[in-house]
């Protein structure tokens, strides 16, 4: 089932994304593309969402975006993460790490 | 190198983008899905579903890109300016010499118009520190020639009946006044005021009050305000001052309030009390009060002015010859304080602006060679693709730097130059108290240096913009620096600074030989050796007041003559630039015996050829021998002339040479008595030779001397004791010990006539100082201009003097043919020069005293100067061009 991103956890999107774009330098498909077959299907992103997170990533000087041509030579911009975005990235997933450990001990716990 | 990348250009730009952007990233999932086997359609449909709310996500985007843009904007756009200003700084680094000629000249030209500016500031441009000042003025009456009068109380009164333009006006007046405070005496400066002397300049005190009703009718106690600097000096700024009492003479005088700093008016009292307490005078000619005004909301100088000319011509036409006074004026207040001297800081103000566009014309010159050393460097980087615009941006970044470096040190001379004004002549400068670098001069300073940044750096980029690129890459490898365009820049900014040198220099010129006319003016007096010691007038009224007042002078004449070194004593009411002596009318009688009344005497001065014209003066015996005045005829006084004989006279040479041109005029009997109220006749004994005592510049005065033994004078001013001497210093301590021995409640100050003499040429050895100094500088500035340009000429044609030397010629040829250039050079500024400073100077006219705009001594003086220097500063760059070992310079090009 679909979730917006409001519904997962604030910053969640931006993590997946900063991770995603750690791999290589991609256009928004394909980062969409990534994360769905990286979540094996349980993650399926509003493409909306997406698109706000890789503006507003881009705003904090987390990545940067050029045009340039897709695989099928389409005009498409292409993002990549910046050292600032490195480090953002190595922060959150972190974070977002022990964040998990904590809320899956809380289920567990049931 | 830096990544050149490039940014979207608009918000529109944008918005099309994101719609790119959403529109491939739905079309990839269309086409996945219809992998899946949807139609294309439902496919399509689907990836737009799957996508979510493309409106929301533009406004989302738009918001935050456009800001990200404009700060991307920003700080690429400061990144630059730091490259450029790194690079202007290496540039600097890498020639020290440029950087520091160039910023100093700045500094010079920026300096000297930042503290003329200050001045002006200070002077003329803050506002007097009144309430709505603009709306104060200052109203005088005019007499048959248009020359200004002070009013006579039923004048005054008129007026302040009759004006429908000025919502209130008062008299003021100022004398030297007595004051004894707990025990120790002062003089100071007083002023009697009406009532609405204070209302009008809306002034608030600082502590107590002004004066009360009670207070402001005849006979009242004396209730004074005082000036902040009494309050400072005497009372230690202590509020216990009011309510406390000071003595002037026997009468007790009561502080009720103190004035703001600042708000003196006039600027040098210190007293102001009603003047209610003593009565009105009724005659029309009794010229003793000043007048200032109010004016109604609305009203202009100018109506004013208008209506005050009004009211007093048909109070003339009214009263006829009873009043002198045919015609009235109103003046706004503050061109009253500062008044003439807005025509001399406008000349300093031109001057100093001519010496910044000198300093500019220097550091362009300056920058045209080393514009001309970087030509190859900037056709490089043109041709790499380098945009003008880029280029520009970077000279401009330069020249601003330079022009901050220039500020800066401007900034300090003209603080350093603000504080050594003060300490040449505060008392040249109206509103000197006021004077500080506050915020607009400095906001002055800052546009000044912006302002000469940008001509500078315009300047550069427009030979940049304009220059041949190829010509100047192929050529480049057979001449540094330049071809024939750069010569003609340069040499004609080094001619407009010459040109604009010889301006200053004349006008330095001029000022000089009209200020040593001036000094050298005999002034009929000696002034060497003399010293002048002044206390306030003794008035000696009556029989027991004349007797008082001539043991009291004749005693301290005869203590001055004992002491070591005085060679001779003399007793005056004025002194030579102290003004105070009263002039007008006199009447010449038949014999002594013919008494007239003082109602008679308006009448008989109708008759012409029995009335005269004279300044009244009082004198002692010794008086004439003492200022070294020679007897042309008869004689002085002597100790025969005292209280009980017959009244004498002695006239000066101008007064027998208009009065009497072909007759002796010893014996002639005239009355003075409208000055000193004393009715006796005197007859004329002797004529002594003239004297330049107001201004040097001035023809001298017809002048009556009368004995201060026998008249009771008419100064409100001060009396004068003179003493000529060996040494001035000793006399002056000596005399001040024992004058004080004869009456110790007598203030008085000690002068000597030069200083006195020196001090009424202020405004001319300001000018002379100002112009000399700004002169000088100009010409250093200029010579380094020649000399640069010629050292530039010699770098640029040393290969072909190179050959000259190689086929065979001389040295001294070679110094000649570059002397040649710097000559030209000169002449060339030396004509333009003389041109424009025939126009400019014609400024100074009413500064030079019997010296022509035109004057052809200054005019070639400075013409020698310019060429000599032109030589000099040539001579260097020729010497070492004939110098050059020719193979070298052969092999180098």
């Known amino acids: 089932m679909p979730r917006d991103a409001s519904d997962l956890l604030h910053g969640t999107l931006d993590v997946l994304v900063l991770k995603t774009l750690s791999w290589d330098t991609m256009h928004g498909y ?81 | 190198m830096r990544r050149a990348f490039r940014l979207p250009g608009t918000r529109h730009r944008i918005e099309r983008e994101l719609d790119e952007e959403v529109r491939f990233h739905v079309e990839r999932r269309a086409k996945a899905l219809e992998a899946t086997g949807l139609s294309p359609e439902e496919a399509e449909a689907e990836a737009w579903r799957k996508f979510g709310d493309v409106q929301d996500l533009r406004q989302y985007c738009m918001s935050i890109d456009v800001a990200h843009l ?82 006579a109380d039923p004048t005054f009164d008129t007026l302040a009946a009759s004006s429908h333009t000025l919502s209130a006006v008062a008299e003021y007046n100022e004398y030297g006044m007595s004051i004894v405070n707990h025990g120790e005496v002062s003089r100071v400066n007083a002023s009697g005021v009406t009532k609405q002397f204070f209302n009008i300049l809306r002034a608030k005190p600082a502590i107590g009050r002004f004066f009360d009703p009670d207070e402001q009718r005849p006979g009242a106690p004396m209730a004074v305000v005082i000036s902040d600097g009494l309050w400072t000096r005497q009372f230690g700024k202590s509020p216990g001052v009011i309510g406390s009492t000071m003595r002037s003479g026997t009468e007790p005088i009561t502080v009720v309030g103190v004035l703001r700093p600042g708000q003196e008016l006039p600027a040098d009292v210190d007293i102001w009390y009603a003047r209610e307490r003593y009565p009105e005078n009724d005659s029309y000619t009794a010229h003793n009060w000043r007048v200032i005004g109010r004016l109604r909301p609305g009203t202009t100088v100018a109506q004013a002015n208008h209506d005050v000319s009004t009211v007093l011509r048909r109070l003339h036409d009214a009263v006829g010859d009873a009043t002198w006074t045919f015609d009235g004026s109103a003046v706004s207040l503050l061109d009253e304080i500062v008044g003439n001297f807005t025509i001399l800081l406008g000349l300093a103000f031109a001057a100093s602006g001519v010496l910044l566009l000198i300093a500019c014309a220097n550091v362009a010159s300056l920058g045209v060679a080393r514009m001309a050393a970087r030509e190859e460097e900037m056709a490089v980087r043109l041709a790499i693709g380098a945009g003008r615009a880029r280029l520009a941006q970077q000279l401009l970044v330069e020249t601003s730097t330079l022009s901050a470096l220039g500020c800066v040190g401007g900034l300090m001379i003209g603080a350093a130059g603000v504080r050594l004004l003060l300490l040449l002549r505060p008392e040249l400068i109206p ?73 200053l220099l004349v006008a330095a010129g001029l000022l000089a030989k009209s200020f040593v006319r001036e000094v050298t003016i005999d002034p009929g007096f000696r002034t060497r050796g003399m010293v002048v010691a002044s206390m306030p007038f003794d008035t000696g009224v009556g029989a027991n007041g004349m007797a008082r007042r001539t043991r009291y002078y004749d005693d301290i004449t005869e203590r001055a003559r004992a002491i070591p070194g005085v060679t001779g004593v003399g007793v005056s009411d ?3 630039f102290a003004g105070g002596s009263s002039n007008g009318d006199f009447l010449i009688l038949s014999n002594a015996s013919v008494t007239v009344t003082p109602q008679e005497m308006e009448t008989l001065f109708r008759d012409k050829a029995h009335t005269g014209w004279a300044t009244y003066r009082l004198a002692s015996p010794g008086y004439f021998k003492a200022l070294g005045m020679p007897v042309l005829e008869g004689r002085v006084f002597d100790d025969g002339d005292r209280a009980g004989t017959p009244d004498v006279a002695v006239i000066n040479a101008s007064l027998a040479k208009k009065q009497w041109p072909n007759e002796n005029p010893i014996g002639k009997v005239v009355n003075f008595g409208n000055i000193d109220g004393d009715m006796t006749p005197a007859t004329i004994v002797g004529v002594v030779g003239d004297t330049r005592e107001e201004d040097l510049a001035l023809d ?112 001294s040829e070679i110094v000649r043919l570059v002397l040649g250039q710097g000559i030209t050079l000169s002449l ?23 010296v022509s705009t035109t004057d052809p001594v200054a005019f070639g003086a400075v013409l020698v100067v310019l060429c000599a220097v032109g030589l000099m500063a040539s001579y260097l760059p020729a010497r070492r061009a004939a110098r050059l070992p020719p193979m070298d310079v052969l092999r180098a090009g």
Do not use: C
């Not at chain 1, 769905?36 to 698109?51: F, H, K, M, P």
């Not at chain 2, 060339?828 to 005293?849: E, N």
């Open chain 2, 574 to 576: 004025a002194a030579p």
């Open chain 2, 70 to 151: 404009q700060r991307a904007r920003w700080r690429e756009r400061l990144d630059i300016l730091g490259q450029d200003f790194r690079f202007a700084l290496r540039q600097f680094r890498r020639a020290p010499g440029f950087a520091a000629v160039a910023a100093v000249t700045l500094a010079l030209g920026i300096g000297a118009t930042t503290a003329i500016f200050s001045v002006v500031n200070g002077v003329v441009l803050r506002p007097l520190p009144f309430d709505h000042s603009d709306q104060l003025v200052e109203l005088w009456g005019l007499d048959a020639k248009g020359d200004q009068l002070h009013f």
């Open chain 2, 431 to 503: 509103r000197v108290g006021e004077l500080s670098l506050d915020w607009r001069v400095l906001v002055f300073a800052m546009a000044v240096s912006a302002a000469t940044a940008i001509a500078l750096g315009l300047a550069a980029a427009s030979r940049t913009a304009r220059g041949d690129l190829r010509a100047t890459l192929s050529q480049s490898q057979r001449m540094q620096g330049g071809g024939g365009a750069s010569y003609r820049l340069r040499g004609s900014l080094v001619v407009v600074q010459l040109a604009m040198t010889v301006v």
């Open chain 1, 30 to 110: 394909a980062i969409a593309e990534w994360i769905e077959q990286r979540g094996q299907g349980e993650l399926v992103i509003v493409d909306a969402a997406l698109y706000k997170a890789l503006h507003r990533l881009e705003d904090a000087g987390a990545i940067s975006s050029e045009w340039g041509l897709s695989e099928n030579n389409r005009r498409a911009r292409f993002y990549s993460l910046t050292p600032r975005g490195r480090a953002l990235l190595r922060a959150e997933a972190a974070t977002w790490k022990r964040y998990a450990v904590a809320v899956g001990r809380i289920l567990e716990t049931g």
């Open chain 2, 700 to 811: 001298p005065e017809p002048a009556i001397f009368f004995s201060y033994r026998q008249r009771p004078g008419s100064s409100t001013g001060d009396m004068y004791v003179i003493l000529s001497t060996a040494a001035e210093a000793p006399t002056i301590r000596s005399a001040r010990q024992t004058f004080r021995l004869v009456r110790t409640d007598v203030p008085m100050r000690f002068q000597t006539i030069e200083d006195i003499v020196g001090r009424s040429m202020g405004s001319q050895r300001f000018m002379l100082l100002l112009v000399g100094v700004f002169g000088a500088i100009a010409l250093l500035l200029a010579t380094l201009g020649v000399y640069s340009v010629i050292s530039y000429v010699v770098a640029q044609r040393g290969r072909e003097l190179s050959i000259r030397v190689a086929l065979g010629a001389s040295a």
């Open chain 2, 828 to 850: 060339v500024g030396a004509m333009v020069g003389v041109a424009a400073a025939l126009g400019a100077v014609r400024a100074l006219k009413h500064l030079l005293y019997q």
